[in-house]
C-alpha cells in the first residue's frame, strides 16, 4: 500500500510528488500516457505570470505570486531553462487607462513586486521598439518570466523518482473507491491501494473527484491555440507583451520562448471534449489577427508550427485546492488553469505539506535537491565540449539540424529515469524536431535511435504512446485486394 | 587550426561536382563536409530514373547519378568528412598569421563530428552547396490535429527506399510539387492506396512528365485548387478533409471532401536551406531564399560561393552539376587569383565585409555594384526580373569577367502561354524568344553573351520579362 498515489504527471502532479518526496512516504505518480507532461502541461503559453491578473485573496492571485517567486530556486536546483524577461500589459487606447490602473492596483494588492505605469514614449521604444504605435502606456511587471515548461515538468519528475517516488505510465484511472484505511484505485494495469490521493488529474479532476465526492467539481475545456515562429522571429519582442483586457476579451499575449523563437496565442473557447487538442481555421487566424493589436510587424510568415491546448477551467473559476470535505484523504488540485504553470511550484509546495502533516509524515534526512538536465554542447564553454566528444563521440553528431541537437542528447534522453519513449518524448527532452523544418530531417534518424535504445521493432515506435505508430513493415503489411488482382491478371496472361 | 584551399559544405551532387572542377582546375587542398553518413545528398532515396540525361546522356536513378560523382571524388583523391555538421562560417580573424594564406584575406568555417569534435577549418574559399528542405506543416497553418502520419514527401521517401518501411496504406498528398508526384507513384507500387494529390494552386507546380508518369498512369486524381482544411485522428491520422479554394486560396464552404485515410504527404515547396549563409553574412535574394550571387556565382562575400538548390530549386540535378562544375571553376580561378596578388590587407576586407552584410539585406539588388565599383572599378550590371519573372540566377553579370556566355535561370510567377522571354540592356532589346507554355513548375534559362555587352554606360541594368509580342 502506497502512502499517496498522485494521480497525473503533469507540472501540478510532478511538483507535488517533487515535495512529497522530501517526506519519508512511499508515493506513486499514476499517468494515463506513456510521458510525463503530455496534456495541459504540454501545450500552453511557457509563462510564469507576475500575478496582477487575478482577484486578490484567491488561490490563483495568492499561489501565482508565491510559484513566480520560487522559480529561481527551482530553475537552478532542477536545471530548467527559465528567464525573467518581464511582461508588459499595452494599453493602446487613452481611454482605457483607469482599466490599466485597477489591473494595477490589483497587482499590489496581490504583493507583485516592481509593478510600474510607463507613459514615457522613448523608454518604451528603447525597451520594446516594436510595441504598436498606439501604445499609449504599458503596465511593466519586471517579475514576469518565461520557461521551458516540458523541461520544468520533467525535471521535476526526474528529481521525484531520483528520491524515490515510483512512476506508472499507460496506467489510466478508472474507478476510486474510499475505504476505511484510504483509497483503492483501479488501473488498466491493475488495483492499487494508498491511504491518500493527489488527484492532479488535469482535466479529468473532475471526474476522479466525482468518483469520492458528492460535492460535484464540473470542469470545461477550455481550448487555446496558438501559433509558433521561427528563431529568426524570435528577438521581436524581449518581454512578454499582453493586449490590455477588455472588449477583445483577454487577446492573444506575444512572448519571445526560452529556446529564442516567438509564440503568439492564445483564443480561449469553450469545448465539450477533453481531448479536442485540434486547431481550428477559425482560431489560428483569430490568433494571427490579434497578435497585432499591441505589437506591430510581427512577421508571421516564420510560423513554424501551430497548436492548441486545454485548460481545466472550473466553474468555480478558483483553482480547487485541499482535502475533499466529503472525502478524507483525497486531496484535489482541480481547475489548474492559467495561472497554473506559474503556480504549480507553490501548489507542490503547499500540497505536499498538508498531504505530509495529514500523515504525520517525518522528512527524510538526505533528499536530493539536485538534477541535472541533459547536457547540450553547443551550451557548454569550448573546452569542456572537446571533453564530452572525445569521452562520448556520439555527442559530435548532430541529428537535428535545425536545433543542433546531437545523437549523445537523444541517447540520454532515452536512458535516463523516466526516459522517451516515443518521437515526443524525445522532441520535449532534446527539442530535437522541435525546429523550422519540423522534424522532416531528423524523424527518421530518431525513430532508429528509439528502436535501437529500446530493443524494438521500427514499426513498433510510436509519436506519442498508444496508436500513434509511424511505419508499417513493408508492403506485405498493406494488403490490397485489387492490387492483388492486377497482378494476378498479369501473371495468368503472362 | 587545420587549413585549407576551399572547403565545399555539402556533398550531395552540388558539392561533388564544384569539388571535381575544383580540383580539375588545379586546387589541391580540397575539403567537403557532409553531414550524412555517405556522400549523394537526396539523390541517395531518389531511386527512380531519369537522373543525368544531359550529363551523361543516359537515365540513371539519384543513387546511380551520385555515384558518378563520388567515384570522381575518389578517383581525384578529393577529401571529404561525412557525418560532419558545420555550425558557423566567419571571417578569420588573424589574417596576417595564416602561413598557408600570407596576407590574404580567410575564411573560418566550425564544423562538428565524432573523430575531431568541434574543429575549425581556415580557409582561402568556400563553396555554399547545403541544398534544400521542405516547407513543413507549420508553414502552412494546416488545421486539425497532429497525430502520426503526417510526412513531409520527403522523409517518406527516405523512409520506403532508404529505410525500407511504409509509412502508410491510404494516402492523400497535398501539394503537386515534384517529390510529392513521384512519391505518389512510389508509395502506389508499394502496394498502398494514393486517393487523391490536391493543389492549392489552380496550376501543378511540378514538371509535367511527372504528372503523366506519376498521376495519370495511375489514375490517380489531381484536385487543383484545393487545399486540407481539416486533419482527424488523435494517434495516428484517420482522416483528412480537402475543399476548393477561391482565387486568394481560401476554402469554399461547401466543397468538402472527406477522407479515409492514415497518411498525409505534404509536398508544398522547398526552401533553400541557408541558415549557415545568414551566420556568414552572405546577401540573400529575397524571392529565392538563396545567395543572391554574380556570374561568377560568387556571393556578397567575396570567396564565398554558392551552387545547387541551396541558391534556388532546380528542377534537374544536371543543371545542379553544371552550375556547380562552375561554382568550383570559379573558386579555383579566386583561390589562384589571390594566391598571385595578395592586395588587401586584413582591416579593410573586414570592413567591406561588415558593409555588405548590413547593407545587403535591405537591398541585396544594389550590392554587387558598390562592391565592385569601390573595389575594383568593375561594372556590375543587376539583372531585374519583371513582368511575370520572379526571379534570376545569377542576379549580377560583369561584362568584363563574366564568360563568353552565362545561362541565367529563372521561373515565372504563373502560367503563361505563347510568350516571349526578352532581355533587354537599358532599352536595347538583346533577346526575344518565344515559348509556347511557362509554368511555375519549370526553370527557364537564356544566354547572355559576353558580346552582348561591349559598350556598356554607367547604371545600365539587364532586364528580362514576359512579353506578348
Known amino acids: 500500500m502506497f502512502d499517496t498515489v498522485i494521480i497525473g504527471a503533469g507540472v501540478t502532479g510532478a511538483a507535488v510528488a517533487r515535495e512529497l518526496s522530501r517526506y519519508q512516504l512511499k508515493v506513486c505518480v499514476l499517468e494515463r500516457e506513456e510521458d510525463v507532461c503530455c496534456g495541459t502541461s504540454k501545450a500552453n503559453s511557457a509563462i510564469i505570470h507576475a500575478g496582477f491578473d487575478a482577484k486578490p485573496g484567491t488561490w490563483k492571485a495568492k499561489l501565482n505570486v508565491a510559484g513566480n517567486r520560487l522559480m529561481d530556486q527551482w530553475s537552478r536546483e532542477l536545471d530548467f531553462p527559465f528567464v525573467r524577461n518581464g511582461s508588459m500589459v499595452v494599453c493602446t487606447d487613452a481611454g482605457k487607462m483607469e482599466r490599466l490602473e485597477a489591473l494595477y492596483q490589483q497587482g499590489l494588492a496581490n504583493q507583485v513586486p516592481g509593478l510600474e505605469i510607463i507613459t514615457d514614449k522613448k523608454r518604451l521604444r528603447e525597451m520594446e521598439p516594436n510595441l504598436s504605435d498606439q501604445t499609449a502606456a504599458v503596465l511593466w511587471a519586471p517579475t514576469g518570466g518565461i520557461v521551458c515548461p516540458f523541461l520544468y515538468n520533467i525535471a521535476a519528475a526526474e528529481n521525484a523518482a531520483k528520491n524515490g517516488v515510483e512512476f506508472r505510465f499507460r496506467s489510466e484511472v478508472t474507478g476510486i473507491i474510499k475505504k476505511e484505511w484510504g483509497y483503492e484505485i483501479a488501473t488498466k494495469e491493475g488495483l492499487i491501494t494508498t491511504r491518500t490521493v493527489v488527484n492532479a488529474a488535469g482535466l479529468y479532476a473532475d471526474v476522479l473527484h466525482n468518483m469520492v465526492s458528492e460535492r460535484k467539481l464540473q470542469i470545461t475545456p477550455r481550448r487555446g491555440s496558438y501559433c509558433l515562429l521561427d528563431k529568426t522571429a524570435g528577438t521581436h519582442v524581449n518581454s512578454t507583451i499582453f493586449m490590455l483586457p477588455g472588449e477583445y476579451g483577454k487577446g492573444v499575449l506575444v512572448t519571445p520562448t526560452v529556446h529564442g523563437n516567438l509564440l503568439m496565442g492564445p483564443t480561449a473557447v469553450d469545448v465539450k471534449d477533453k481531448e479536442a487538442i485540434n486547431t481550428t481555421a477559425e482560431e489560428l487566424a483569430e490568433v494571427l489577427e490579434k497578435s497585432s493589436m499591441a505589437v506591430k510587424d510581427i512577421p508571421k510568415r516564420q510560423v513554424i508550427t501551430s497548436f492548441a491546448g486545454l485548460r481545466a477551467h472550473e466553474v468555480g473559476r478558483d483553482f480547487v485546492l485541499g482535502e475533499a470535505e466529503d472525502a478524507k484523504g483525497f486531496w484535489d488540485c482541480a481547475g489548474i488553469e492559467s495561472p497554473g504553470l506559474s503556480a504549480s511550484a507553490a501548489i507542490g509546495c503547499l500540497m505536499a505539506g498538508w498531504v505530509a502533516d495529514s500523515l504525520h509524515a517525518k522528512k527524510k534526512e538526505h533528499f536530493h535537491s539536485k538534477r541535472r538536465g541533459i547536457v547540450h554542447p553547443f551550451e557548454l564553454p569550448e573546452e569542456q565540449r572537446q571533453e564530452l566528444v572525445s569521452q562520448n563521440p556520439a555527442y559530435g553528431v548532430i541529428v537535428c539540424r535545425c536545433e543542433m541537437v546531437t545523437e549523445g542528447e537523444i541517447r540520454e534522453a532515452i536512458r535516463r529515469p523516466l526516459g522517451a519513449r516515443s518521437l515526443d518524448g524525445i522532441k520535449r527532452r532534446t527539442r530535437a524536431g522541435m525546429g523550422r523544418c519540423q522534424a522532416g530531417f531528423c524523424s527518421p534518424r530518431v525513430m532508429e535511435l528509439l528502436a535501437e535504445e529500446l530493443g524494438i521493432e521500427l514499426t513498433q515506435v510510436t509519436k506519442s504512446g498508444g496508436k500513434s505508430m509511424l511505419v508499417y513493415s513493408d508492403a506485405a503489411q498493406v494488403h490490397l485486394p485489387e492490387a492483388n488482382l492486377k497482378w494476378a491478371d498479369v501473371l495468368n496472361e503472362g | ?469
Open chain 2, 1 to 469: 587550426m587545420r587549413k585549407a584551399e576551399l572547403v565545399i559544405i555539402g556533398g550531395g551532387p552540388a558539392g561533388m561536382a564544384a569539388a571535381v572542377s575544383a580540383r580539375q582546375n588545379g586546387i589541391e587542398n580540397i575539403v567537403i563536409l557532409e553531414r550524412d553518413h555517405v556522400l549523394g545528398g537526396i539523390l541517395n532515396q531518389c531511386i527512380h530514373n531519369g537522373f543525368g540525361l544531359h550529363t551523361f546522356q543516359e537515365e540513371l536513378t539519384g543513387p546511380e547519378y551520385a555515384d558518378r560523382y563520388e567515384q570522381k571524388v575518389k578517383e581525384l583523391e578529393i577529401e571529404y568528412q561525412l557525418e560532419t555538421m558545420v555550425t558557423d562560417i566567419s571571417e578569420g580573424t588573424d589574417q596576417k598569421a595564416s602561413d598557408l594564406l600570407p596576407g590574404v584575406r580567410c575564411i573560418h568555417v566550425s564544423a562538428v563530428n565524432r573523430t575531431y569534435g568541434f574543429f575549425q577549418i581556415e580557409t582561402k574559399a568556400v563553396i555554399l552547396a547545403m541544398g534544400c528542405r521542405e516547407r513543413p506543416r507549420g508553414a502552412l497553418n494546416i488545421p486539425g490535429y497532429r497525430p502520426a502520419g503526417i510526412y513531409s514527401a520527403g522523409t517518406a521517401q527516405r523512409l520506403i527506399n532508404v529505410m525500407g518501411y511504409m509509412p502508410g496504406k491510404r494516402v492523400v498528398i497535398l501539394g503537386s510539387g515534384d517529390i510529392g508526384l513521384i512519391m505518389a507513384r512510389r508509395m502506389t507500387l508499394e502496394g498502398a492506396k494514393v486517393l487523391a494529390v490536391a493543389e492549392l494552386m489552380p496550376y501543378s507546380g511540378g514538371l509535367k512528365r511527372n504528372i503523366v508518369q506519376c498521376l495519370e498512369d495511375y489514375d490517380i486524381p489531381l484536385l487543383l485548387s484545393h487545399t486540407v482544411v481539416n486533419i482527424r485522428g488523435k494517434e495516428r491520422v484517420e482522416g483528412i478533409t480537402l475543399a476548393k479554394v477561391d482565387e486568394k486560396g481560401r476554402p469554399l464552404p461547401g466543397t468538402q471532401i472527406e477522407y479515409e485515410c492514415d497518411t498525409l504527404l505534404l509536398s508544398c515547396g522547398l526552401l533553400p536551406e541557408n541558415e549557415l549563409s545568414k551566420t556568414a553574412g552572405v546577401a540573400l535574394q529575397q524571392i529565392t531564399g538563396g545567395p543572391a550571387v554574380n556570374d561568377r556565382l560568387e556571393t556578397s562575400i567575396p570567396g564565398m560561393f554558392a551552387c545547387g538548390n541551396v541558391l534556388h530549386v532546380h528542377d534537374l540535378v544536371d543543371y545542379v552539376s553544371e552550375e556547380a562544375s562552375l561554382a568550383g571553376k570559379y573558386a579555383a580561378c579566386y583561390i589562384q587569383k589571390a594566391k598571385e596578388e595578395p592586395v588587401e590587407d586584413g582591416t579593410k576586407a573586414k570592413e567591406r565585409a561588415a558593409e555588405d552584410g548590413t547593407e545587403a539585406k535591405e537591398e541585396p539588388a544594389k550590392d554587387g555594384t558598390e562592391l565592385e565599383a569601390a573595389v575594383t572599378d568593375d561594372t556590375e550590371l543587376q539583372i531585374q526580373p519583371e513582368n511575370g519573372v520572379r526571379y534570376t540566377v545569377p542576379c549580377s553579370i560583369s561584362p568584363d569577367k563574366m564568360a563568353d556566355q552565362v545561362v541565367v535561370r529563372f521561373r515565372v510567377g504563373g502560367v503563361y502561354q505563347d510568350r516571349y522571354i526578352s532581355v533587354y540592356l537599358g532599352e536595347q532589346r538583346l533577346l526575344h524568344a518565344k515559348r509556347r507554355i511557362l509554368t511555375p513548375g519549370k526553370m527557364e534559362q537564356v544566354i547572355l553573351k559576353k558580346s552582348f555587352f561591349q559598350s556598356v554606360k554607367p547604371d545600365e541594368a539587364i532586364r528580362i520579362d514576359l512579353e506578348e509580342e
